[in-house]
């Protein structure tokens, strides 16, 4: 591919007011009208401070630069070019929407959260967000400690994560999701919590579990629900309210004396041979892992905590532990195991309940999603604000995952990064007809025409039958 015309011959101007470049925000923000967000915030959000004001205008502004691309206050500047005007009303500028975000305190965060919620259920109700909800769904709860700058981030405190496979104490704010999902579905978005940087992973986690539960069913997941969970939610706490709520629960266990009894118990003729259909990266053992045996024991954990023992599954997964040294001539004399556990009442078979748990890295597609998209950072010096930016990366999650299930099937469960590419970002140039109409004329060829009309045509056409 090379240039048609002499460099010295091409010329560059920024004057006309007649494109945009992300169309793909039309039909996306009218689908966000049609699910009644405007609405929503109107409703539930009621800031007290000077800059709050028209919070239902400001929010979706939010949004819609989200969807962009923004990752940054000064980025919801992309909102404000060309015919940008004439498309969308209520368009602020960053300073505005700055001021805006700086006003929330901790209980206008927790009203947005339940605009997030609702905005969820609307959507699942008009796209095929999550099909099979009706038969099987998990719940992924997981934690991420997120970088941040300066000395006056308020929360901001030193907690562990990981950065390729290494255990390191950075210093950020910790974000709590939760994700609905089903093995037909890519994940939605349930609930998000901003916690200070030191906070430990579990803290909270009974509660927020519970809502993550209720907002499946508000959501209309009628089917089984099982929320999977890592080792930092392995407690008496999170496992009853799981329960409590009505769903299943499936957790990696920390290993200690009890757990490495149990397993010591288990006899040589129990274990079941069984084959990865992909090959897993061990981070121990530092090579891909294509085989192992399974075998299940029943298991009463949290027995110190009075009252709140649970009996239930202990499935147990072992690899064998590689000998290095065996390429020197050094054989090994007995076969050494690693072993991973699962604490589960799932009420699926053995090797659908181990295999069903290890999905649980599903949710690690959101993060890196929110970490390329709009949670690149956290843009303010106030806690409450970055808690509502968190709030709203979940609605223009939800948003975007709606907008490439109405697209087609491949959308559905494509990257945010890939639905920004082919249907957001697309130039167009307007014109107006007849009496109140315009027209977008977007680019002859362009490689994701179908899926964008597909698009455009659910969010702006008739309204079609709501499930």
């Given amino acids: 591919m ?17 494109l945009v470049s992300r169309a793909g925000l039309v039909p996306v923000m009218a689908l966000a ?8 915030v109107d409703e539930h959000v009621r800031i007290g401070r000077p800059c709050g004001v028209n919070p239902q205008v400001k929010v979706p502004a939010i949004v819609a630069g989200m ?18 005007g004439a498309l969308f009303g209520g368009v602020r500028a960053p300073s505005t929407l700055g001021s805006f975000l700086r006003s929330f305190t901790w209980g206008n965060v927790l009203q947005l959260g339940n605009v997030s919620r609702a905005v969820l259920g609307e959507l699942a109700r008009r796209a095929p967000l999550l099909p099979g909800k009706d038969v099987l769904v998990f719940i992924d709860i997981d934690s991420q400690q997120k970088r941040v700058y300066g000395h ?18 950075v210093r950020g704010l910790n974000a709590l999701v939760a994700t609905i999902s089903t093995p037909l579905g890519a994940p939605v978005v349930a609930a998000t919590r901003l916690r200070g940087g030191s906070a430990a992973s579990s803290r909270g986690a009974a509660s927020f579990a519970t809502e993550a539960v209720h907002t499946a069913r508000a959501t209309g997941c009628t089917g089984t629900l099982v929320v999977r969970m890592d080792s930092a939610f392995y407690s008496a706490a999170a ?31 129990a274990w079941t041979p069984i084959q990865y259909p ?15 045996e399974v075998a299940e024991v029943r298991y009463t954990a949290f027995t110190s905590k009075k009252g709140g023992a649970i009996t239930a599954r202990l499935i147990v997964r072992r690899v064998k532990d590689l000998n290095r040294q065996a390429a020197a001539g050094q054989d090994e004399l007995f076969g050494v195991w690693r072993y991973h556990a699962v ?53 223009s999650h939800n948003l975007l995952r709606a907008a490439g299930a109405l697209a087609s099937l491949a959308c559905a469960k494509a990257r945010g990064a890939t639905l920004r590419r082919d249907l957001i970002d697309v130039a167009a140039r307007t014109a ?3 009496r109140g109409h315009i027209t977008l004329h977007l680019p002859e060829g362009w490689h994701r025409q179908t899926e964008w009309m597909n698009l455009f045509q659910a969010a702006t056409g008739p309204p079609a039958h709501v499930a």
């Fill in 67 to 84: 969807i962009g691309g923004a990752d940054s206050i000064d980025d919801l500047g992309l909102l404000r070019h060309g015919a940008m």
């Fill in 2 to 18: 090379r240039l048609l015309h002499d460099l010295a011959k091409i010329h560059v101007t920024f004057d006309e007011p007649n």
């Fill in 33 to 40: 009208q049609r699910a009644g967000l405007a609405a929503l």
């Fill in 278 to 292: 992909r090959a897993i990266w061990d981070d121990q053992l530092r090579a891909w892992v294509s085989a192992a």
């Fill in 432 to 434: 107006r007809h007849g």
């Fill in 152 to 169: 006056k981030k308020q929360g901001a405190g030193f907690g562990h994560t990981k950065i390729q496979g290494k255990s390191l104490l």
């Fill in 239 to 269: 496992c009853g309210a799981v329960r409590a709520a009505g769903a299943f629960f499936s957790v990696t266990v920390q290993m200690n004396r009890h757990v490495a009894a149990a397993i010591a118990g288990i006899g040589e003729d």
């Fill in 343 to 395: 604490f589960t009442d799932s009420p699926f078979i053995m090797l659908q309940a181990e295999a069903q748990h290890r999905d649980h890295a599903i949710i690690e597609q959101v993060l890196a999603d929110w970490t390329s998209g709009p949670l690149a950072h956290l843009p303010s010096g106030s806690f409450p604000a970055n808690a509502a930016w968190l709030t709203l990366a979940a609605i």
